[in-house]
């Protein structure tokens, strides 16, 4: 079975720091995602990435970036936190880059940003 | 571009009644089709998938779902609700093309009643 860990179930930060939230996958998926998730807005996609070192923009990369320098890792970097971001941040990865595949979640990480 | 409809943001069922969420969606070819569920502050399960083939779906957990071309729909079922199975539902749309990447519903919120 595919195993999607992310590194925090419950995160809380201040306002202006600098956060990491950490994805690691086990099945040598070449795709990553990061979706965050809000009540009655569903998931909004932030950034993928098709490969190691390639990532693209999603719906929502304001005030996001991502790092992908191994195959199985895939950080979301929030550069600035600021209250608006305060989410359930979703993980997510996929064998490879054809449509039928279904994608593997992680239990997510709730971020509160005081 | 791809769109997928929820139009039930909650739904409520008694336990042991039969459930029926859902999903209508918009696209010009034969889509991907998938349903996810998420228990409370969980990361999102696959519990079935459509790409071809017979329009009748099995899934995990006793749900099924049918594909009707016709009427752009891929409704999720299940004869009899178990009080576990309360939930987020969400269906999603995979093509063929383009960024590969599947669009979300924004989910249905199942509510069981004992």
């Known amino acids: 079975d595919v195993k999607v860990t992310q590194s925090s179930r419950y995160l809380v930060k201040r306002t202006g720091e600098k956060v990491f939230l950490e994805c690691v996958q086990d099945?040598?998926?070449?795709?990553m995602f990061w979706y965050r998730q809000d009540p009655g807005l569903g998931l909004r996609l932030i950034y993928f990435s098709y490969d190691v070192k390639m990532k693209e923009k999603g719906d929502i990369p304001e005030g996001y970036s991502v790092s992908r320098e191994k195959k199985e890792r895939f950080s979301l970097i929030l550069e600035s936190a600021s209250t608006n971001q305060t989410s359930m941040y979703l993980c997510?990865?996929?064998?490879?880059?054809?449509?039928?595949?279904?994608?593997?979640f992680g239990d997510g990480t709730r971020l509160s940003i005081l | 571009a791809q769109s997928v409809t929820q139009p039930d943001i909650h739904i409520t069922v008694s336990e042991g009644a039969s459930l029926e969420l859902r999903c209508n969606y918009s696209y010009g070819a034969t889509p991907y089709l998938f349903w996810y569920v998420q228990s409370p502050g969980q990361g999102l399960q696959l519990l079935l998938k459509?790409?071809?083939?017979?329009?009748l779906v099995q899934g995990i957990k006793g749900f099924e779902a049918e594909f009707k071309r016709s009427q752009s729909s891929f409704n999720l079922r299940k004869p009899s609700v178990h009080w576990s199975d309360a939930a987020e539902y969400f269906c999603a749309v995979g093509i063929s093309g383009g960024s590969y990447i599947p669009t979300f519903g924004r989910g249905t919120s199942l509510i069981v009643h004992p």
């Open positions: 459509y790409f071809s083939g017979d329009t």
């Open positions: 099945m040598d998926h070449e795709n």
């Open positions: 997510a990865s996929r064998r490879d880059r054809t449509s039928n595949q279904p994608q593997h």
